[in-house]
T-cell receptor, first 115, second 114 residues
Framework: GDSVTQMEGPVTLSEEAFLTINCTYTATGYPSLFWYVQYPGEGLQLLLKATKADDKGSNKGFEATYRKETTSFHLEKGSVQVSDSAVYFCALTQTDSNSGYALNFGKGTSLLVTP | DGGITQSPKYLFRKEGQNVTLSCEQNLNHDAMYWYRQDPGQGLRLIYY???????QKGDIAEGYSVSREKKESFPLTVTSAQKNPTAFYLC?????????????FGPGTRLLVL
């Protein structure tokens, strides 16, 4: 079945450092890809998405490019802030329509940004 | 404001008790989903519903039940058959049924066993 693998955390960075969180996927079909962010005790918020190969999703300084050839969707940000501290989830829409296009999530990567 | 509401924020369950988690949306979304989140884990799908009066089991449906009598409401019941119910439960909805549709999440309910 479809699956998502993302790098283990926690990731600790100093403010203004460059961020990369790796995400790779396995899918039998052609999924859409998402990054969600979760702040402590809250639900998930969509950060960005891409629906076809070579699409770049971007939001709030974060970017990720849908790479079909490497089955990857790595999250990057050029200069992180303390307020970016959260858990980041990579996800794909299951390609089996019998699943109602539910999301298949990675395990999440915790990011801590220190001043 | 439009959005998804979940209640209560915290819920305590006693041994052998059924409890119901509420999920309401005023976004006029067609599809709704329930996910379970355990510490250090991703979210796992419990149930989903694409239209009123219809719902389907997800990956971990055992010990749970749902109903979809109204478009805006998708309550989840955690039954006594669910032996390890302690988790964070998240409800989501999406406007359409396509693979590119964004899912919007509620704030979650944390269920604890007494």
């Amino acid at each position: 079945g479809d699956s998502v693998t993302q790098m283990e955390g926690p990731v600790t960075l100093s403010e203004e450092a460059f961020l990369t969180i790796n995400c790779t996927y396995t899918a039998t079909g052609y999924p859409s890809l998402f990054w969600y962010v979760q702040y402590p005790g809250e639900g998930l918020q969509l950060l960005l998405k891409a629906t076809k190969a070579d699409d770049k999703g971007s939001n709030k300084g974060f970017e990720a490019t849908y790479r079909k050839e490497t089955t990857s969707f790595h999250l990057e940000k050029g200069s992180v802030q303390v307020s970016d501290s959260a858990v980041y989830f990579c996800a794909l829409t299951q390609t089996d329509s019998n699943s109602g296009y539910a999301l298949n999530f990675g395990k999440g990567t915790s990011l801590l940004v220190t001043p | 404001d439009g959005g998804i509401t979940q209640s209560p924020k915290y819920l305590f369950r006693k041994e052998g008790q059924n409890v119901t988690l509420s999920c309401e949306q005023n976004l006029n979304h067609d599809a709704m989903y329930w996910y379970r989140q355990d510490p250090g884990q991703g979210l796992r799908l419990i149930y989903y519903s694409q239209i009123v009066n219809d719902f389907q089991k997800g990956d971990i449906a055992e010990g749970y039940s749902v109903s979809r009598e109204k478009k805006e409401s998708f309550p989840l019941t955690v039954t006594s058959a669910q032996k390890n119910p302690t988790a964070f439960y998240l409800c989501a909805s999406t406007v359409g049924k396509g693979r590119g549709e964004t899912q919007y999440f509620g704030p979650g309910t944390r269920l604890l066993v007494l």
